[in-house]
């Protein structure tokens, strides 16, 4: 037996109030009226009888009331075997699949152990097997049929998704509530420290749950991988693109590796570099000279260690030819459409390739082959060419339009039709010009004031004044910009954000998101925008299967990534799209949860087992309070106490009346 505050029992000194309470209203004596004591013989009077205690039964209720207390308040305990409370336990077998155990015959070996494990299942008893990663699955009902348990152990296939310790417990405590046996968890992994939850809380083990570990590796375990690869999804220009990598090295001394760039299985470029003890170092790959169309590529590092899944880093690459932009403007305006295309041309990915036109070559332009259009201040455009250009945006296209000192003299902002109030002017000299909180450090001299209406503005000069609105035109979309690019009427194209600028500008209106070029097992891929939601998409795996199935293909909007390699994505409307994906490589790290945390984890279940062989008791036993029946005898002690005491208080009353009446 034991006690959870144990300092109260220093209260039990308080047993004596009673003796000393009882000792004090023991001799009583009635004074008598007497003539004369003069024939009285002086003598001491014994004090033996006077310390008797009397009302025995009174002070023992008394005494067990101050011991009770004390004993409620000191939470006293004793420890009793688990299964003394419960019924039959349940055998959880629990097999980390992620991709760290695809290291050597990890796999193999937890199958193996977890099979022996199965072989001490007693009569009556159930198990229940579980395959963990990021997720739990649950592969078979609890059960005591051998033939069923061994069937759902060698159903357990390794996977590629990183393991959560913290999803494992969560589950664990979920099937706690709907077993309510007491649970023996046997978990076969090799405890990566990686797969951690953040707050140790997360690991809480369901009440009274024995956890016994099965580590399928120990020791050291250096590793050397590519940890991450930046590269553009799209090329337009192969000898300018730059790939970048980062190669990281776990628990590993410094060593030099070579890292290549591989494309279509031939090897691109190879470079050799000094990888510090236990740190990174970025390598860059300059050119990637790929065939049109998807290309699957990757990077790799020959590792050299025992885990060599991680050695390479897939990545998927679109080869295209750059997408046409149409700049029309002024003819005696030759600055706009130089600046324009110089920032254009500057992006890190040369994604768009302008053409030019003056406001007379625009009549009989094709407008369907270009991404968008720029028009630039432009004055003397035929009727029609506006007339088709809003035609061609409502119908989905994109245009940017700048406003200058022509298009200050008309009424209306061509094709996004709101009025023109104003131009607004500064000079060059002094401190007098416009600015921007959006563009720090450019200066604007004149700005075309114009009526906002619908649109979202998404910069303004100090003053409010709009400078780029943007507006949604039927199922197209056109952006305002309320000045020049010739560096007349500010000096916009002379600073650096002009080029992403233009950049940001062009892809937002091109309809052509920046893409990744490889993704993470687990992480989510849309499938349809809002305005697809009639396409039909269908996701081939790395197998060439299907993935989806025949309702998912038309209503899914997301789909989860499972497992390593390229995933193509197949859309009714004709785009197709190649996904490269890879395990997260914070399974690279295979350095392993230290003892003293493990210790923790086990504990939080009241089950400190960890090997065969522990002392008996150890495991199988837990503290059980039994303060309620304290507090029940506390009750029922406090109401003898009242009872027996007014009977006492009453028949002291009554001698007392009587011892005056003799007396009187």
């Known amino acids: 037996m034991g006690f959870f505050a144990p300092l109260f029992l220093a209260g039990l000194v308080g047993v004596g109030f009673p003796v000393w309470l009882h000792l004090l209203r023991q001799h009583k004596n009635v004074p008598m009226p007497f003539s004369s004591l003069m024939f009285f013989e002086r003598r001491i009077q014994s004090s033996v009888r006077h310390k008797r205690l009397k009302h025995l039964l009174l002070l023992a209720l008394r005494l067990a009331l101050v011991v009770l207390l004390m004993l409620l308040f000191s939470n006293p305990y004793f420890k009793r075997p688990i299964a003394a409370s419960a019924g039959a336990r349940l055998m959880i077998i629990a097999i980390d699949n992620s991709f760290s155990m695809r290291q050597g015959d990890q796999i193999a070996k937890a199958k193996q152990e977890a099979l022996s494990v199965l072989g001490s299942l007693k009569g009556g008893e159930s198990a229940q097997v579980l395959e963990f990663s990021n997720a739990i699955k649950v592969m078979n009902q609890g059960s005591s049929d051998q033939s069923e348990l061994r069937g759902a152990v060698a159903a357990v296939e390794p996977g590629d998704a990183r393991s959560s310790y913290g999803e494992l417990s969560r589950t664990l405590r979920m099937i706690a509530q709907t ?11 090799d405890l990566q420290k990686s797969s951690m939850p953040p707050g140790f809380a997360d690991l809480q083990l369901p009440e009274g749950a024995k956890l016994i570990l099965h580590p399928t590796i120990t020791g050291e375990r250096p590793n050397w991988t590519v940890e991450t690869v930046a590269a553009p999804a799209r090329i337009y220009e192969p000898k300018k693109v730059r790939v970048q990598a980062t190669v990281a090295g776990y628990q590993t001394p410094a060593a030099q590796k070579k890292v290549s760039l591989v494309a279509g299985g031939r090897t691109l470029d190879t470079k050799t570099v000094n990888v510090p003890a236990n740190g990174k170092v970025t390598v860059e790959f300059l050119g990637f000279d790929v065939p049109y169309g998807y290309n699957k590529a990757e990077v790799r590092v020959d590792g050299g260690d025992a885990f060599p899944n991680d050695d390479r880093y897939l990545i998927s690459v679109e080869r295209a030819d750059p997408r046409k932009v149409l700049f029309v403007h002024e003819a005696r305006d030759s600055r706009s459409p130089l600046y324009f295309r110089t920032a254009l041309e500057s992006a890190a990915n040369a994604a768009f390739m302008l053409e030019t036109a003056t406001s007379d070559q625009s009549a009989n332009l094709s407008l369907d082959k270009y991404a968008f259009i720029v028009v630039s201040d ?9 007339d088709n250009l809003t035609k061609w945006v409502k119908g989905g296209g994109s245009v940017l339009v700048a406003l200058g000192p022509v298009t200050a003299a008309k009424q209306r902002v061509p094709v996004f039709d709101e009025a023109i109030t104003e131009s607004k002017y500064a000079t060059r000299t002094g401190e007098r010009f416009l600015a921007s909180d959006q563009w720090e450090g450019v200066k604007f001299f004149q700005v075309i004031r114009f009526e906002a209406g619908k649109s979202t503005v998404l910069a303004k000069l100090g003053d409010g004044t ?32 002009f080029i992403p600028f233009v950049e940001e500008t062009a892809y937002r209106l091109a309809h052509q998101r920046d893409v990744a070029s490889s993704f993470v097992v687990g992480g989510l891929i849309e499938l349809r925008a809002a305005q697809d939601r009639a396409t039909s998409v269908e996701v081939m795996d790395p197998q060439g299967k299907r993935a989806l199935s025949l309702e998912q293909a038309t209503r899914a909007e997301t789909y989860q990534l499972p497992a390593e390699g390229y995933f193509e994505i197949r859309r009714s409307n004709g785009r197709q799209q190649m996904i490269a994906v890879n395990a997260d490589r914070r399974e690279s790290n295979l350095s392993p949860i230290d003892k003293e945390t493990l210790d923790l984890w086990q504990n939080t279940g009241q089950g400190t087992e960890s090997k065969p062989g522990a002392k008996p008791g150890e495991a199988d036993t837990k503290p059980w309070s039994f303060w309620w029946y304290i507090l029940l005898a506390l009750f029922f002690v406090s109401i003898g106490e009242s009872l027996v005491g007014s009977r006492f208080i009453e028949r002291g009353e009554q001698d007392g009346e009587l011892n005056r009446k003799e007396a009187a």
């Open 179 to 189: 077993a309510k046996q007491p649970m023996e968890i046997h978990l076969f992994s």
């Open 378 to 386: 432009v004055g003397s455009a035929p009727q029609s060419f506006l």
């Open 466 to 497: 709009p400078v780029l609105a943007e507006k949604q035109i039927g199922e197209g979309r056109a952006v305002v910009f309320a000045s020049t690019f010739d560096n007349i009427a500010n000096d916009f194209p002379l600073h650096a954000s």
